[in-house]
């Protein structure tokens, strides 16, 4: 496993690598706001074993350095997309990729499945809706904002009763990467992340979309989602039995072999670490 920063035009992106010799998959994983790459630190394990997987830390969260001026998701969607491609060829470069598979592994075009969890959504989804060539199929886990409670009181309100239903190792990342962040890069992202209608963006995805939902999760209730699938040309929902908004933590293999049947990455490993 690698660890790179990256800069595109003054913004500071790390990105954490586990590169695969033989498969042709690559993945992207996306954090939400305020958090950081830790909050997918189990589903990139579960991965890494069947594709190359990339964590990022976009630029103002993970104890890494906030811009001055705060970009909003399409100007982050585009900075993303220059940090990847840099990474993939990085990837590609090092050698650990050898033969046909490898060099599709390392970042070909196409080839890269992007997963964002919360807001790393609508991040996801403005990279794919701008950038077709580099994402092949697109995973929302929680995708916000709700439609129906698309303000700051009310995201508020769900993200309490979801800390509730958190295991202690979730909110210990959850809490310890917001006071990394800290409260004015937050509230400068908690902005655009209201701003942006994902479900009129999702309409025109030119890419198949997955959305993974905890069957607990008060951020991502099952009626938005499915209003949200139904915007989009080609979508269906994955549902994780009894799981709170950080499913790809509490229940990382369940929402591995749901990305796996959805993108045809074969087997990853049914266990679930303990939450």
Do not use: K
Request: charged residues 20%; positive net charge; hydrophobic residues 45%.
């Amino acid at each position: 496993m690698g660890v790179a920063t990256v800069e595109v035009r003054g913004h500071a992106f790390r990105v954490t690598s586990s590169i695969h010799p033989r498969s042709a998959r690559s993945v992207l994983l996306v954090h939400g706001i305020g958090i950081s790459h830790r909050a997918f630190a189990r589903l990139h394990r579960e991965l890494e074993p069947f594709a190359s997987v990339y964590s990022v830390d976009l630029p103002g969260f993970g104890s890494l350095p906030a811009p001055r001026r705060s970009p909003g998701v399409p100007e982050m969607a585009s900075l993303l997309g220059r940090a990847v491609e840099r990474a993939l060829a990085a990837a590609g470069a090092s050698g650990r990729g050898t033969g046909a598979a490898g060099r599709e592994a390392a970042g070909a075009a196409g080839t890269l499945i992007a997963v964002g969890g919360s807001m790393g959504a609508q991040w996801v989804v403005e990279l794919a809706r701008q950038r077709p060539d580099l994402v092949s199929r697109l995973v929302a886990i929680g995708p916000v904002v709700n439609d129906a409670r698309r303000t700051a009181a009310a995201q508020g309100l769900a993200l309490l009763a979801d800390t509730l239903r958190e295991p202690p190792s979730a909110n210990a990342i959850v809490f310890g990467d917001y006071l990394r962040c800290g409260p004015r890069w937050y509230l400068r992202q908690l902005r655009p992340m209201l701003r942006y209608r994902i479900e009129d963006r999702v309409a025109g995805l030119p890419q198949p979309l997955l959305i993974v939902r905890g069957g607990r999760d008060p951020i991502a209730p099952a009626a938005w989602c499915e209003r949200l699938a139904g915007r989009a040309p080609v979508a269906r929902i994955a549902d994780i039995p009894g799981q709170p908004h950080l499913a790809q933590h509490t229940a990382p293999a369940a929402v591995a072999r749901e990305i796996a049947r959805f993108a045809g990455i074969p087997g990853p490993a049914a266990a679930e670490p303990p939450a």
